[in-house]
């Protein structure tokens, strides 16, 4: 789950980074979640302000998608998440021997 829609190329960078080796074909899968500032702790709060300020200085045509997520989300609370996400999860349990 993510605050971020999602990137292809993110995604493969995530998943190249994050599962090498006997991890490399394993499964995942990406839905979008919340975004709720008053729900997260002073750290990440100050974070992701602090990331707001730097994206606020780039020119909004260079935007990445989650850079324009980010800046669309300041100060409101957002709720991305849908029952479909789960589908792709639920297709691979029904269509593995398990």
């Not at 994206?55 to 998440?81: N, S």
């Not at 849908?82 to 593995?96: C, G, M, Q, V």
Request: with cysteine; charged share 40%.
């Amino acid at each position: 789950m993510g605050a971020s829609p999602y990137d292809k190329k993110a995604f493969d960078e995530i998943k190249a980074y994050n599962l090498k080796d006997d991890l490399k074909d394993i499964p995942i899968f990406y839905g979008r979640g919340t975004w709720d500032e008053s729900k997260m702790s002073f750290k990440d709060r100050s974070l992701c302000k602090l990331l707001q300020k730097v994206i606020a200085k780039k020119d909004p045509e260079t935007y990445e998608p989650w850079m324009k997520a980010l800046v669309l989300a300041k100060g409101k609370k957002c709720d991305w998440t849908d029952r479909k996400y789960i589908e792709p999860i639920i297709d691979y349990i029904k269509n593995e021997n398990i």
